[in-house]
């Protein structure tokens, strides 16, 4: 099979090309060899980012001296915790698209034959893998790794930390300034993704967990030097890829083949059993778009009740962290007993030539014989201030093989029978909305509570500050939606100031937005449809009675049908205001309009919605 970089290289047609190529430092004797694209997301302004300038150049050298043609580009990478609590969170979704596009179009407008992708946070992981689908050219990925836990001294004790715990302490009514200072100083100590079970780290495993990644990839500290060995086996790992496709016409390399339907569904026991983002189901049914797999909502509910959660990290359990899961054999120790427990598709193929079962027991840490496993993941935080990749390798003294009651467990020993992500449907979310499970109190597994409505995270904010939300009370925040949005913002900051008011595990929340992977409590979100959409989320009033019951995966609204099609009719009176939310000042750009017309609801991923792209193709036509 022709290199898809011939059509930009090979023949006399291509002589001012080669010209061009020769000006970027191609030598003469590189044509015809595989051109492998570096999807580089350095950016200054992300922790979890700022050390990968120096790896690209790593890659790209190891990539030459494997025979590739190696040419890095870049795209950009929002930080969801800069931008959390304000109006630039409306950007962190939508900015999904903005990457997957990018990379979509420097591989396809420069005929790149294969993809490494250098990723780590939230939203940029999920729109590579969404790029690398629609491409459907060989791709690894290799994280920028996972921050380091803190440490704090806090109120006599000495305590692990997070990022997360920064809205617990400062949030606290009694916070002195001088805890401030020191959890700040304290909270994030080294570059990397941040330190729990959020987003960015729970799509980094699920990479490792699909074959797209090596071994490690979800859990070696940033900082390790173990970390440099990933990127050097990844980009040798892409030009052998390449030539496995090209030349030997191997397309169970290709992402689509690894992504299948079997691939995906390891990708979302994966996440139930890790208590990984509720946001992975989002981006997971991205994905499943992009690589043209049926795979629904519905999948999900299915393999949850499925699934027993086997890992708890932080926020679902306190001071457990990354570097932990790492210890107990990351994710490699996860797939093994999901295999054993046969819950994993065994055969899927994987970016590194083997099926999944196959390496999967040779990354095994409980098999004595595997000693180069268990040196892996014995690599540990260095414990000091860092920025850089590399910067230390300290190790861990013994690794955490106790399935009973260790970071990871067996399926006998699960912490719960069913999954950490649980989807719940009811006359308040009839195409359903999502709860991390794994991080809800048992006492609020099945609740009752009354509704206080907010149109916006501000306003929702103000009333938990101010005391109007009590004990019993479940604070609804609408119009936060893809759509109503635009761009469906993050809701950690409310889910954070209810814990720091000690209401964590007495109240409720509940919106048509989405949260952070550090969230936990009883905290739905996705609800669909949204309030912008006619969603019944919109009719809610202050008062209204609102069951939750997780078991059953019921969430209800307790207010009579003939007076929900009162309020609807009521609704649908306010003409051009029907269905926007009240008083609310919102500056909304151009580009976030956009979004917001295209997006899909969150119940299939929030990702553009082809369907109405299509009717909008037909209408021009007809104009």
């Keep these: 099979m022709k290199l898809r970089s011939d059509r ?52 790209a050298k190891e990539i030459r001296a494997a025979g590739g043609v190696p040419k890095e580009f870049n795209t950009i990478a929002v930080d969801d915790g800069i931008a959390m609590g304000h109006e630039g969170m409306m950007y962190s979704l939508p900015s999904r698209e903005i990457i997957a596009d990018a990379v979509e179009y420097m591989a396809n407008a420069h005929a790149v034959d294969a993809l490494i ?27 920028g790794g996972p921050m380091e836990s803190g440490k704090f001294d806090y109120r006599g004790k000495t305590r692990r930390i997070d990022a997360i715990d920064t809205i617990y302490v400062a949030g606290a009514p009694d ?25 960015a780290n729970s799509m980094n495993c699920l990479t490792e967990a699909l074959g797209l990644a090596l071994p490690g990839n979800g859990t070696i500290v940033a900082t390790h030097t173990d970390r440099e060995d990933l990127f050097r086996k990844a980009a040798h790992r892409i030009v052998g890829m390449a030539h496995a496709y090209y030349r030997d016409g191997d397309d169970s390399v290709l992402p689509r083949a690894i992504c299948s339907r079997e691939g995906l569904e390891n990708a979302v026991r994966m996440t139930m059993a890790i208590g990984g983002s509720t946001n992975t189901i989002l981006h997971l049914l991205a994905v499943a778009q992009e690589s043209g797999v049926d795979f629904t909502i519905d999948d999900f509910d299915r393999i949850s009740r499925e699934t027993p959660c086997l890992c708890k990290v932080s926020p679902s359990a306190h001071e457990v962290f990354i570097e932990d899961m790492h ?53 540990g935080p260095g414990g000091i201030r860092s920025i850089r990749a590399f910067s230390q390798s300290s190790r861990f003294r013994e690794l955490d093989t106790d399935r009973a009651t260790g970071v ?20 308040l979310a009839p195409d359903s909305c999502v709860v991390k499970s794994a991080g809800v109190p048992e006492n609020l597994w099945q609740f009752r509570g009354t509704a206080i409505v907010s149109e916006s995270m501000e306003e929702a904010l103000e009333k938990i500050r101010n005391g109007t939300v009590q004990a019993g009370h479940v604070v609804v925040i609408r119009h936060e939606g893809p759509r109503g ?82 309020r609807r009719a009521e609704m649908n009176a306010r003409g051009d205001k029907a269905w926007r939310p009240v008083n609310r000042v919102r500056q909304v750009s151009t580009s976030l309009r956009i979004f917001g017309l295209m997006a899909a609801s969150a119940d299939k991923g929030g990702a553009r919605d082809t369907e109405k792209l299509d009717r909008l193709e037909r209408a021009a036509i007809k104009a």
């Design 175 to 199: 916070a002195t300034q001088a805890e401030i200072d020191a959890v700040e100083e304290s909270a994030c100590p080294t570059c990397g993704s941040c330190a729990l079970m959020g987003t």
């Design 327 to 379: 210890r107990a054999g990351g994710v490699m120790a996860v797939v093994s007993e999901l295999l054993k427990a046969g819950l994993y598709n065994r055969d899927n193929p994987t970016a590194l030539g083997k099926p999944v079962a196959e390496y999967a027991a040779e990354w095994d840490i409980t098999d004595p014989a595997n000693d180069e496993a268990r040196r892996l993941f014995s690599a």
């Design 8 to 59: 930009v290289t090979v023949g006399p047609m291509n002589t001012g090309v080669r010209a061009l190529w020769r000006a970027t430092g191609t030598a003469p004797e590189e044509f015809g060899r595989p051109i492998i694209g570096i999807a580089n997301s350095f950016t200054e302004m992300v922790p979890g980012h700022v050390h990968l300038q120096a790896l690209g150049r790593l890659v």
């Design 485 to 566: 949005g635009p761009g469906m913002r993050e809701m950690l900051t409310p889910t954070g100031m209810l814990k720091a008011v000690g209401l964590g595990d007495k109240a409720a929340l509940i919106t048509d937005g989405r949260f952070s992977g550090a969230t936990s409590g009883l905290s739905v979100g996705h609800v669909s449809p949204e309030a912008a959409s006619g969603g019944v989320i919109g009719l809610v009033e202050d008062g209204d009675p609102i069951e939750f019951d997780i078991p059953n995966r019921r969430v209800h609204l307790d207010v009579s049908d003939e007076e929900l099609d009162r």
């Design 117 to 143: 992708c250098l990723s780590n946070c939230d939203k940029i992981t999920p729109a590579m893998l969404m790029a690398a689908n629609r491409l459907n050219i060989p791709t690894i990925f290799v994280s």
């Design 408 to 427: 990871i467990r067996d399926a006998d020993h699960a912490f719960t029978a069913e999954g950490g992500l649980a989807v719940l449907r009811g006359n």
